[in-house]
Structures are given as structure tokens and as C-alpha cells.
């Protein structure tokens, strides 16, 4: 079974495991964007499949993969939302963690150790995948973004986010989250690694998907919030698209 996954950046989050629902420990930078993240997510889903946000369990018969899902900050709202999610992660540690705060918030997800291309080689299939900060963290992003192609049914979304590969990147995410914040361990990510938004929409295009959105994550530090900007992608921004439709059979 071939596999993108790069033991390096594993082990990173696998020695952050424990911290993963601690909003001021080493994922605060997550826990802080997680509302941002998921007001996008939500509309996203809400619109590709007619749902209505307004009810309670608005994604009720929905199939959903948390790729690269860590602890669960994001597996766990569209549980709740009514969404049938698989969380997967290849970092081993972060599955118990993830499992342990899922059972004590009375939700039922499916967790498991595993890998895009092992869930694409089983047959798996999915209306929506959130694949949020994991592209820069493999070994070939275009190998894996057609095995997430893989898993997507047609007519299926992907919401896929990243950071920009810029010197504005390289000074708020490296230098400042990483050495003057200190809101993440030094070395968690590599600056080579980022990618531009024309970059991505290429990725995700040949993989055989179709880009039909793209929107920033702004760091506003004097209001110390987060917020959608649909002009300013200069360090974090997140994507959406859609895998076509199976053609008519003739």
C-alpha cells in the first residue's frame, strides 16, 4: 500500500497528543480559529447540500471525514450537527485522546489510526471531507489529494485549508507563532512546505477535483480574533471543492 505519510511531521503531533482540548496549551492557535473554521465549514456544507443551518441537526445522513483529525475539535460540532464522521489520523496517539473526549461528551465517532490511502484502498466513500492544515504536513501533496479525491463521492465536497508560502507567512507563522508567541513548538512547520492558493488550486485540479472557493483566515491582533476575508489570503486561507459528478452513461 503506497502512503504520503511523512514520519517526520508525525512525530511532532505525536508528542503533542496530550494537549490537544487544552484551548491554552500547544493548540491555543487552533482553538482560537476553531469558531473562524468552523462558520466556513458549516456554510460550505450547508450550501452544496441544500441544508438548513437553522435546524438542529442540520447535517443528518451526512457522511463526513475528519482527515487528519487530531484530538477531534472539528470531528466533534459535526457530530453534533448530526453528521455521521470518521476521524482519522496517522499519528497513533491522538486517537485515544480524541475517542476519551468523545465518549465523555456523549458523542459517537468513529475514530481510527489510518491513512487517506489506506480509507481510499478499503473503498471508502464520503459526502464531505475537512481536510484543515494537513497538506503542508505530507510527503506528496499531490499523491495525497487524489487518494482524498479517492474517498469522495461525486457530487462530493472537500474544505481544505493551509498556510500561504510568503514572507508574511514565513514572519506570523514561523517566526511569530512559533518563536516570540510561542503558541506552537518551534519546527512544528516547515516554511518549504507552504503553499500559495494558485499552488493548491492546481493540486487540488489535478487530482481531479474542481476549486470553487477560496477565502483568508485573518489574525486580528489588536481584537485578538479571527475572521473570513475573501481578499486577504496572505498567511492562512482555507478552499473548497468538489469532485464532479460521474458522467452520463451514453
Not at 52 to 59: H, I, N, T, Y
Not at 77 to 94: F, I, Q
Request: glycine share 8%; proline share 6%; net charge negative.
Amino acid at each position: 500500500m503506497t502512503t504520503t505519510i511523512d514520519d517526520a511531521e508525525i512525530a511532532k503531533f505525536q508528542a503533542m497528543a496530550d494537549a490537544w482540548w487544552d484551548p491554552n496549551g500547544k493548540f491555543k492557535p487552533l482553538h482560537m480559529l476553531n469558531p473562524c473554521r468552523l462558520d466556513y465549514i458549516t456554510r460550505q456544507i450547508a450550501a452544496e447540500f441544500g441544508r438548513d443551518l437553522s435546524d438542529p441537526r442540520p447535517f443528518a445522513g451526512l457522511r463526513l471525514l475528519d482527515i487528519g483529525c487530531g484530538g477531534g475539535l472539528l470531528s466533534e460540532p459535526m457530530a453534533r450537527l448530526g453528521a455521521d464522521v470518521v476521524g482519522a489520523d496517522a499519528a497513533e496517539r491522538n486517537i485515544p485522546v480524541a475517542r476519551l473526549h468523545a465518549e465523555q461528551s456523549g458523542l459517537e465517532i468513529d475514530y481510527r489510526h489510518t491513512s487517506a490511502e489506506a480509507l481510499a484502498e478499503a473503498g471508502e466513500a464520503f459526502d464531505g471531507i475537512l481536510n484543515m492544515e494537513v497538506v503542508e504536513h505530507v510527503a506528496s501533496p499531490p499523491a495525497y489529494l487524489r487518494a482524498c479525491h479517492d474517498l469522495l463521492k461525486p457530487g462530493g465536497l472537500m474544505v481544505c485549508s493551509t498556510l500561504n508560502r510568503n514572507a508574511k507567512s514565513f514572519a506570523m507563522a514561523i517566526v511569530g507563532a512559533e518563536h516570540v508567541m510561542r503558541w506552537l513548538p518551534k519546527g512544528t512547520h516547515d516554511w518549504r512546505k507552504f503553499i500559495t492558493p494558485d499552488e493548491l488550486f492546481d493540486l487540488l485540479s489535478g487530482a481531479g477535483l474542481t476549486p470553487v472557493d477560496k477565502t483568508g483566515f485573518v489574525f486580528n491582533p489588536l481584537g485578538w480574533s479571527w475572521s473570513l476575508s475573501e481578499r486577504d489570503l496572505s498567511v492562512n486561507y482555507v478552499t473548497t471543492s468538489l469532485r464532479p459528478e460521474a458522467p452520463a452513461q451514453v
